[in-house]
């Protein structure tokens, strides 16, 4: 029973390219969170998504970051123009639909490195 | 602004011991609230949860919900060194159903000395 699936593990970047962090859910989860962790700091929701959708946003920069759940394949999380402050660990976590207290469970992370 | 706080620590107990994490959060309208332990370098992995008030226990670890005080704590009986790690407090709040994202604290680093 595979758990939650992100790759790559590690991914380092110059400034100003692009990076793209993928991420599958638990086998019959279909909601799909985003998190951020700097270095020294707690974990900061990102995005929240369902297949196809786009359910909460707020935790996204306005520019350069982006998600999507197609209704194939995994979520991506892309990152355009990079800067150095965009080094961090990225998460991503799954949760199934249904009633009662939902739980998250999280993948082992993205680190990303900008150069 | 939601926000999670918690005491950075380090906490150190010795083995056996019993280890007190706590967190208090500002929103009244959370709902649910959960552990994560965290090693150095690794991801997040799920403890435990609690959404009543009172106690909740699964093996050694308890965890106790005060809604009136806006604080949930974590007891970990018989602590290991294998227990030495972050210990992250989440809250999730209402949003019209069960689903939504979760606000974390900073972690409290637990380390347990053999």
């Known amino acids: 029973n595979a758990g939650v699936m992100q790759n790559p593990r590690h991914l380092v970047r110059r400034r100003g390219q692009e990076a793209r962090l993928r991420c599958s859910p638990m086998k019959g989860h279909s909601h799909v969170y985003w998190y951020r962790q700097l270095p020294e700091e707690g974990l900061k929701f990102m995005v929240y998504l369902q297949k196809e959708n786009i359910i909460d946003e707020s935790g996204m920069p306005k520019e350069r970051f982006s998600a999507e759940f197609p209704k194939e394949g995994p979520s991506i999380l892309r990152i355009q123009q990079v800067v150095r402050g965009d080094s961090a660990a990225y998460f991503c976590?799954?949760?199934?639909?249904?009633?009662?207290?939902?739980?998250?469970?999280f993948g082992p992370g993205t680190r990303l490195l900008v150069l | 602004q939601k926000e999670v706080e918690q005491n950075s620590g380090p906490l150190s107990v010795p083995e056996g011991a019993i280890a007190s994490l706590n967190c208090t959060y500002s929103?009244?309208?959370?709902?649910?609230f959960f552990w994560y332990r965290q090693y150095s370098g690794k991801s997040p992995e799920l403890i435990m949860f609690?959404?009543?008030?009172g106690d909740k226990e699964d093996g050694r670890f308890t965890a106790q919900l005060n809604k009136a005080s806006q604080y949930v704590s974590l007891l970990i009986r018989d602590s290991q060194p294998s227990d030495s790690a972050t210990y992250l407090c989440a809250v999730k709040g209402w949003y019209g159903g069960s689903q939504g994202n979760l606000i974390f604290g900073k972690g409290t680093k637990l380390s347990v000395k053999p």
């Open positions: 929103d009244r309208g959370s709902q649910s």
């Open positions: 609690i959404y009543s008030n």
């Open positions: 976590a799954s949760s199934r639909m249904g009633l009662g207290v939902e739980t998250q469970y």
